[in-house]
């Protein structure tokens, strides 16, 4: 097989994947993240964790679903669960009443360590860009 002349253009025929311990770790830090994140919050929020080892990084998605002056208000939030570092950022806010899809996010963004930021337009591209550069689904 031919090797591409440009590495980033490589692509790894077995990823890294990470230990048991590493998930379990991961998991235990983005609970312990998710409720520090969420103690004075009346709000509905879930939370998931993907830990890469390729970059010992474990992420932690905090998804929140409220009510602000009775408006719906949805945000999504990536960090490192151990550092705190915020890699993507996304929140809705519909005072209006209008429908979702008339609505632009008032914040859509993805900060790759090294990278100029990414904006994005909609709920649907920043959960893409999540699943595509941190693995972490909503």
């Known amino acids: 097989a031919a090797q591409s002349e ?36 009346e709000t509905l929020a879930t939370y998931t964790s993907h830990y890469d080892p390729s970059l010992k990084i474990c992420y932690v998605r905090v998804n929140h679903v409220m009510t602000y002056n009775k408006a719906p208000l949805t945000s999504s939030t990536i960090f490192d669960a151990f550092e705190g570092r915020v890699y993507g950022d996304y929140r809705w806010y519909n005072p209006q009443g209008k429908q979702f899809y008339e609505v632009a996010p008032l914040s859509c963004e993805i900060d790759l360590p090294g990278k100029p930021q990414i904006t994005c337009k909609s709920s ?13 689904a909503e």
Request: hydrophobic content about 25%; proline content about 6%.
């Open 6 to 41: 440009r590495p980033e253009e490589q692509v790894s025929s077995s990823p890294q994947r990470p230990s048991l311990a590493d998930q379990k770790m991961c998991d235990e830090q983005a609970a312990k993240r998710f409720h520090e994140y969420t103690e004075r919050d």
């Open 124 to 136: 649907e591209e920043f959960n893409n860009l999540a699943e595509q550069y941190f693995s972490i």
